[in-house]
């Protein structure tokens, strides 16, 4: 441990959460130096919906790199970027019936977002992006902007302008946020302008796992429509499987103009981005986005497989919606043990509990990894004890791991009560 100490900066995170020194890994199980197993219900924040080392990707992988496959080619054309362009078409977009080009970035899920900003503002020749509350999407310049949580936009350094923040949907409690949206557009005197574009997350993964109702989606995309308005979702947490469909949005009848994509994209945890735009907003000019590492083929390869192993039927969604109701009927059973003390929130595999405060969820989060289980919080305030578990979890593992959740957090609420006698 002493190297990581000495020589890493003071930026590190989850290891100080978890601080041993992992060596292996094998779907949703980490295994330390010492030899040591964690269920890991984090999955790489997200990036390991297929879980660690997938034997089904593995073997591709290691043949493509064997053969000399193209490591790095920029954005030319592989036959690896081929093969995946016409998997994601046949198995995802044409199912779906989704018109959308397809714009490769740099591999992180931020530049995505960077590249969807840039799209909305150079359409409309506006400027204001229009993000909501507790929204997080990255945290270089552009996608910290868009980012709510302060903490990220105070290391920028800088103002960040070009943006309005909303309240997202139950923001308010039952009052229609969107109705207090559509007045400031109405309203010269607002402050609020004529925005390019929208930016919003189906279930806001970093910022507390609220998720939005399919009337207030289709409420938003009604709105961005009637006054010319750019609609972006971002679908790098929430996608590729997360919440019980391959898109966050799906089951809600919604087309956004611009989705971006990242995380389990690449299907092995390979670093992978991609934006989906409607052709009638590919106004871009060769290489006007550019970056040199536009096309990680070794994760053209991964995905691939991903696609071609999961999502060729809808069986591998349906066993995600099964695990998520096992997942929710679980939360809810803890909540009434302890009288509503805490709120579930969230959807699909992609659900978690609000404690009373960020304190009470870091103790949940600390004595189950003294258990044997990576989990960690989420919220303005870390007040959300989130699952991130692997989809491809076994159900016996799922339920040992939300067992040890379960005894945490009684024995947690028992601490409290102890020390306020």
């Known amino acids: 441990m002493e190297i990581f100490n000495q020589l890493e900066s003071n930026v590190r995170g989850y290891c100080r959460s978890f601080p041993v020194v992992f060596e292996s890994a094998r779907n949703a199980v980490l295994t330390t130096v010492d030899g040591d197993d964690y269920i890991d219900f984090l999955g790489g924040a997200g990036t390991l919906n297929y879980g660690h080392n997938n034997p089904q990707f593995k073997q591709a992988l ?9 490591t790095h080619g920029l954005d030319m054309h592989t036959g690896a970027k081929e093969a995946f362009l016409h998997s994601f078409n046949e198995l995802i977009l044409k199912p779906r019936d989704m018109d959308y080009k397809v714009q490769f970035t740099g591999p992180t899920g931020t530049n995505a977002v960077e590249a969807a900003l840039k799209i909305a503002r150079k359409n409309t020749g506006r400027q204001t992006i229009v993000s909501f509350t507790n929204g997080f999407h990255g945290v270089t310049q552009g996608s910290a902007a868009v980012t709510a ?10 103002a960040l302008p070009g943006v309005h923040f909303m309240p997202y949907d139950g ?27 929208v930016i919003v997350e189906c279930i806001q993964g970093e910022g507390g796992l609220n998720a939005a109702s399919a009337e207030w989606l289709r409420g938003l995309q009604a ?7 750019v609609m972006i979702v971002d679908d790098i947490q929430a996608g590729c499987g997360r919440s019980g469909r391959f898109f966050s949005f799906e089951e809600f009848g919604i087309e956004p103009d611009v989705i971006t994509l990242s995380k389990s994209l690449g299907g092995y945890g390979l670093p992978m981005a991609i934006v989906l735009l409607k052709e009638h907003l590919d106004t871009w000019k060769p290489g006007e986005h550019n970056g040199t590492f536009r096309g990680n083929n070794h994760a053209f390869i991964t995905a691939r497989r991903a696609l071609e192993s999961y999502w060729k039927n809808d069986d591998f969604a349906q066993a995600v919606r099964s695990k998520a109701s096992m997942v929710r009927s679980h939360l809810k059973q803890i909540q009434a043990e302890h009288g509503g003390q805490m709120k579930h929130k969230g959807r699909g595999m992609m659900q ?6 960020g304190e009470l969820a870091e103790r949940v989060c600390e004595l189950a990894f003294e258990r044997g289980l990576v989990i960690e ?13 692997p989809l491809t979890i076994e159900e016996e593992q799922l339920k040992r791991g939300l067992s040890i959740l ?9 601490e409290q009560i102890s020390a306020a006698s």
């Open 62 to 70: 290691i043949d493509y790199i064997e053969a000399d496959g193209v």
């Open 149 to 158: 949580n302060g903490k990220y936009k105070k290391s920028i350094g800088m």
């Open 171 to 197: 923001y308010l409690g039952d009052f229609d946020t969107l109705k207090y949206f559509e007045k400031a557009l109405q309203d010269g005197s607002s402050g609020l302008g004529h925005p390019a574009g």
């Open 223 to 229: 709105l961005c429509r009637r006054y010319d308005m």
């Open 352 to 357: 978690g509990l609000e404690m009373r405060t």
């Open 377 to 389: 919080t989420s919220g303005s305030d870390g007040q959300v004890v989130k699952i991130l578990a």
């Open 406 to 414: 379960s005894q945490c957090i009684a024995d947690v609420m028992a």
